[in-house]
């Protein structure tokens, strides 16, 4: 499919932010238009890389927001929908907005597709709709057809979002595609996460946090290969479908603490067990045997693998994640969404002269 200018929600976030860097590099004929509220976990500095590059384009807003919505997708062909609420813990303590960002947004998203023919929508979910896998059964994993099983507010508010997604291809006849992806890791991931948490806590010599024993299981996934998942299904993917996207790397808690503190040459005494998560699912995994089969695609990246160039971008970005750690990014994000709407009315002053 032919595509010149795809609208990235959710683009100054973990995930987004490298999908934006990965297609911009891999395509850079193509423009970018950047879609973001900047919530805590939004952050600008994540785009320096492409700031600058005169077919990308930042623009602040809600995707609850109808005109500010319709405004940034005019003359897209595609969209890439990233943007959601999706900390676990956080929708525990406050599920409402995850309902209203994640199912109210992304129904927004979808009409205002819908009225400008967009020729692509792809929306990105999780592993986390299909509920928990036993632990004593590894053998199974997820699957496209695996029934929905959400036990978190989080992973209700997605599975609500992918449904209408699905209503909208039935109904409407959109030009839709869904992806469920399991635990990212990488450049630009949150501090408030697994990883990036236990990588710089153990840098700085402090506790590791594992909920309960420890023994929950999660897939992970290295971010720019779930890019590279994303890349092909919005360029080959089949309407209409659904493609799991897994990580061939289950590990539990310990096992994740074990890995950053060896590479680390930490002491395993980091480890600090803390009360569980309430409603904390076991085992999350998934078959990615689909698109591997029909668009070709697997992980290139083994755990130990990525967990070193985690590793090593963590410690060659201190400067990154001291500034979220310190709260100060917030400010900068403002600094940097100002200049870019500054930027941006220039430009179109100089278009209407």
């Given at each position: 499919m032919e595509l010149k200018t795809i609208l990235v929600t959710g683009g100054a976030g973990f995930i987004g932010s490298n999908f934006i860097i990965y297609m911009m590099e891999k395509y850079p004929e193509y423009e970018i238009v950047n879609f973001d509220k900047?919530?805590?976990?939004?952050?600008?500095?994540?785009?320096?890389?492409?700031?600058?590059?005169?077919?990308?384009?930042?623009?602040?807003?809600?995707?609850c927001d109808r005109e500010t919505v319709s405004k940034a997708m005019e003359g897209c062909d595609a969209v890439v929908h990233f943007a959601a609420e999706s900390h676990v813990d956080r929708s525990i303590t406050g599920p409402a907005i995850f309902v209203e960002t994640n199912v109210v947004g992304t129904q927004v998203l979808l009409d205002v597709a819908k009225e400008k023919n967009i020729k692509r929508f792809h929306h990105v979910s999780t592993d986390e709709v299909f509920g928990s896998l036993s632990l004593d059964h590894p053998e199974i994993r997820f699957t496209e057809d695996t029934p929905y099983s959400p036990r978190s507010p989080y992973s209700a508010s997605?599975?609500?979002?992918?449904?209408?997604?699905?209503?909208?291809?039935?109904?409407?006849?959109?030009?839709?595609?869904?992806?469920?992806?399991?635990?990212?890791?990488?450049?630009?991931?949150?501090?408030e996460k697994v990883i990036p948490l236990f990588v710089i806590n153990?840098?700085?010599?402090?506790?590791?946090?594992?909920?309960?024993?420890?023994?929950?299981?999660?897939?992970?996934?290295y971010v720019t290969d779930h890019c590279s998942a994303i890349d092909l299904i919005l360029h080959e993917g089949k309407i209409g479908e659904?493609?799991?996207?897994?990580?061939?790397?289950?590990?539990?808690?310990?096992?994740?603490?074990?890995?950053?503190?060896?590479?680390?040459?930490?002491?395993?005494?980091?480890?600090?067990?803390?009360?569980?998560?309430?409603g904390h699912d076991m085992r999350y995994a998934m078959d990615h045997g689909k698109i591997t089969k029909e668009l070709g695609w697997k992980p290139s990246l083994a755990f130990?693998?990525?967990?070193?160039?985690?590793?090593?971008?963590?410690?060659?970005?201190?400067?990154?994640?001291?500034?979220?750690?310190?709260?100060?990014?917030?400010?900068?994000?403002?600094?940097?969404?100002?200049?870019?709407?500054?930027?941006?009315?220039?430009?179109?002053?100089?278009?209407?002269?």
């Open positions: 900047l919530t805590y976990a939004g952050n600008l500095a994540n785009l320096r890389a492409v700031e600058n590059n005169p077919k990308y384009r930042f623009v602040e807003g809600d995707i997605k599975a609500g979002s992918d449904h209408l997604v699905r209503a909208y291809i039935e109904t409407y006849g959109l030009p839709a595609t869904i992806s469920n992806c399991t635990n990212n890791y990488g450049p630009f991931h949150f501090p153990a840098m700085r010599n402090m506790p590791l946090p594992i909920y309960g024993t420890g023994k929950a299981v999660r897939d992970y996934l659904t493609y799991c996207i897994g990580g061939d790397s289950e590990k539990n808690g310990l096992e994740v603490a074990d890995t950053i503190l060896k590479s680390l040459g930490k002491p395993e005494s980091l480890k600090t067990y803390v009360e569980d998560r309430k130990e693998e990525g967990i070193a160039e985690t590793i090593k971008w963590y410690g060659e970005n201190e400067e990154w994640w001291q500034t979220i750690i310190s709260g100060d990014y917030l400010d900068k994000n403002r600094e940097a969404a100002n200049q870019s709407a500054v930027n941006g009315s220039q430009s179109t002053e100089k278009e209407d002269n």
